[in-house]
């Protein structure tokens, strides 16, 4: 029965994440972008794309609630969940990373570890280390090679270090690099697109993010 009422809110949460995202730069002063041959390519069927947000966020928070036996937990991995795909979806629809959205998430996940920390003297060290690591790697990988990241991905990559902690956030970044690297090699093999065609990492990143959610 909590699975059904989750499921049901889900899917109240997918149909709000796909106006967030259409609204969300406008609304905070983003100029638009143009889009990529990808982006374009994804959102060739705009409706589909909005009902498999609503359908997977349906199913995401069933599965959550299922398997989490304590309901704050369960509470916190699904707005976890619903915001990673907001910032997903984003990207894909408007080339962007809105920081209206990351850097609140960093900060208030950030202010949570230090509070238990001092609350239950859990260690803070893998909160830390994982957002300074994840920082660094996409950074270094921005500066070492122009144009395969943007700013956007460092800070999320940031995030994502931050909740996760060290070392279970190599798990998602694993995900999201393979599922990124096997999309672009599904598209070159099919001539759906060119050599040299930049895919957003973001949305893979957060996929990664979501999937070690459900999988944890």
């Known amino acids: 029965m909590v699975s059904v009422a989750a499921a049901l809110i889900g899917l109240l949460i997918g149909a709000v994440i796909n106006w967030a995202a259409a609204s969300l730069p406008r609304y905070a002063g983003y100029p638009d972008h143009p889009l990529s041959s990808f982006r374009l390519y994804i959102l060739r069927a705009p409706r589909r794309l909005e009902a498999l947000?609503?359908?997977?966020?349906?199913?995401?928070f069933a599965l959550i609630w299922a398997q989490t036996p304590q309901p704050l937990t369960a509470a916190g991995l699904?707005?976890?969940?619903?915001?990673?795909?907001?910032?997903?979806?984003?990207?894909?629809?408007?080339?962007?990373?809105?920081?209206?959205?990351?850097?609140p998430l960093l900060i208030a996940v950030i202010l949570l570890a230090?509070?238990?920390?001092?609350?239950?003297?859990?260690?803070?060290?893998?909160?830390?280390?994982?957002?300074?690591?994840?920082?660094?790697?996409f950074a270094l990988t921005r500066r070492l090679k122009p144009g395969s990241l943007g700013g956007g991905?460092?800070?999320?990559?940031?995030?994502?270090?931050?909740?996760?902690?060290?070392?279970?956030?190599?798990?998602?970044?694993?995900?999201?690099?393979g599922s990124g690297a096997l999309v672009a090699v599904w598209l070159l093999?099919?001539?759906?697109?060119?050599?040299?065609?930049?895919?957003?990492?973001?949305p893979?990143?957060?996929?990664?993010?979501?999937?070690?959610?459900?999988?944890?």
């Open 53 to 60: 947000v609503e359908v997977g966020t349906a199913l995401a």
């Open 189 to 202: 093999l099919t001539r759906r697109a060119a050599r040299g065609l930049r895919i957003p990492y973001a």
């Open 153 to 177: 991905d460092v800070k999320l990559a940031a995030l994502i270090g931050c909740v996760f902690g060290f070392p279970h956030v190599l798990w998602p970044l694993l995900l999201g690099a």
């Open 204 to 216: 893979f990143l957060c996929f990664g993010a979501m999937i070690a959610l459900l999988y944890n």
């Open 114 to 137: 230090v509070g238990n920390s001092l609350i239950t003297q859990a260690d803070l060290r893998p909160t830390l280390v994982g957002g300074v690591l994840s920082f660094g790697i």
């Open 78 to 103: 699904s707005a976890a969940f619903a915001l990673l795909l907001l910032i997903a979806v984003t990207d894909l629809q408007h080339q962007l990373i809105p920081n209206i959205v990351v850097y």
